[in-house]
């Protein structure tokens, strides 16, 4: 959704027509390319061989497509080879080429918030809710509802992503409970997780509270859909809860993101918007 998102912003200041690679996603073994089937994306096409020969001329082949992404063969890129450089927001992307073939992560909102009303259109959910999801959102908009995210899975089951990312602390999930409480009336907590048994095992919240963990596989999106609904977030580190929080839309929400977004140490100074807080 990042990589949409500032790609999207950048055909826009240029002008230019947004095509989508999604030739990753047919190896990816944690899901497949998603966003066409979720959300009602506007004005892009998908990358095929010729689109790439159009912009990266002979460097377009998919195997050296992908092999220019190591930094031991910079010099070799064309200049519409764009490479993020770091994780903080990188001003310089929008002199690049119009013409140009981005890789990143690109996980800042100052690379889309020019055109913040164009991206939240795009990134409208397809789908209506229904039966249990629906009851739930209409509980959501009746109570000072607060989404509460707790991302395990994979960052606990694969050793080597568990050494990147880390997961928040239970102490980190009490002292943002505790932090939004006092300042909202009468919070509803809703929590999601992909362990929702551990959740219910550890996180024990003295308010009304609901345990979110019927929606998995194909619709593991509608735990996104449904934070967006609720009117407080408690996110973790984790793209799918810091989308779930920008994707509502309101001005006086609060939002709560960890202070170590990486194991180990990267700077995420410009990846959470300046109005959310950090325990």
Same mark, same amino acid.
């Given at each position: 959704?990042?990589?949409?998102?500032? #790609?999207?912003?950048?055909?826009?200041? +240029?002008?230019?027509?947004?095509?989508?690679?999604?030739?990753?996603?047919?190896?990816?073994?944690?899901?497949? &390319?998603?966003?066409?089937?979720?959300?009602?994306?506007?004005?892009?096409?998908?990358?095929?061989?010729?689109?790439?020969?159009?912009?990266?001329?002979?460097?377009s082949?998919?195997?050296?497509? +992908?092999?220019?992404k190591?930094?031991? @063969?910079?010099?070799?890129?064309?200049?519409?080879?764009?490479?993020? !450089?770091?994780?903080?927001?990188?001003?310089?992307?929008?002199?690049?080429?119009?013409? #140009?073939? %981005?890789?990143?992560?690109?996980?800042?909102? +100052?690379?889309?918030?020019?055109?913040?009303d164009?991206?939240?259109?795009?990134?409208?959910?397809?789908k209506? %809710?229904?039966?249990l999801?629906?009851?739930?959102?209409?509980?959501?908009?009746?109570?000072?509802?607060?989404?509460?995210?707790?991302?395990?899975?994979?960052?606990?089951?694969? !050793?080597?992503? %568990?050494?990147?990312?880390?997961?928040?602390?239970?102490?980190y999930?009490?002292?943002?409970?505790?932090?939004?409480?006092?300042?909202?009336?009468? !919070?509803?907590?809703?929590?999601?997780?992909?362990?929702?048994?551990?959740?219910?095992?550890?996180?024990?919240?003295? &308010?009304?509270?609901?345990?979110?963990?019927?929606?998995?596989?194909?619709?593991?999106?509608?735990?996104?859909?449904?934070?967006?609904?609720? +009117?407080?977030?408690?996110?973790?580190?984790?793209s799918?809860?810091?989308?779930?929080?920008?994707?509502?839309?309101?001005?006086?929400?609060?939002?709560?993101? !960890?202070?170590?977004?990486f194991?180990?140490?990267?700077?995420?100074?410009? @990846?959470?918007?300046?109005?959310?807080?950090?325990?």
């Open positions: 959704m990042f990589q949409y998102a500032t #790609a999207k912003a950048l055909a826009q200041h +240029k002008e230019s027509v947004l095509f989508l690679d999604v030739e990753d996603f047919k190896h990816y073994e944690l899901h497949r &390319f998603e966003l066409t089937d979720v959300f009602k994306l506007s004005s892009f096409e998908l990358a095929a061989e010729k689109d790439f020969r159009d912009v990266l001329s002979w460097q082949f998919q195997q050296l497509r +992908k092999a220019l190591s930094p031991k @063969l910079s010099w070799f890129r064309n200049e519409h080879y764009v490479v993020e !450089p770091f994780f903080q927001y990188w001003s310089n992307l929008r002199g690049s080429p119009a013409n #140009a073939y %981005l890789i990143g992560y690109w996980q800042s909102e +100052k690379y889309f918030q020019d055109y913040e164009i991206i939240r259109k795009d990134f409208t959910f397809i209506p %809710l229904e039966g999801n629906l009851q739930l959102s209409g509980q959501m908009n009746q109570s000072d509802s607060v989404s509460l995210h707790i991302r395990r899975g994979d960052y606990v089951s694969n !050793p080597e992503t %568990l050494k990147t990312h880390g997961v928040c602390s239970l102490s999930y009490q002292d943002a409970v505790k932090f939004v409480s006092g300042k909202v009336a009468n !919070p509803n907590f809703y929590v999601f997780s992909d362990d929702i048994a551990w959740a219910k095992d550890h996180l024990k919240i003295d &308010f009304p509270c609901e345990y979110i963990g019927h929606n998995t596989g194909a619709e593991s999106y509608r735990d996104m859909q449904l934070m967006s609904i609720c +009117k407080h977030h408690i996110i973790a580190n984790s799918f809860s810091w989308w779930g929080a920008w994707l509502d839309g309101r001005n006086d929400k609060i939002v709560i993101a !960890p202070n170590q977004w194991a180990n140490g990267t700077n995420t100074s410009d @990846l959470l918007p300046h109005s959310w807080l950090v325990l």
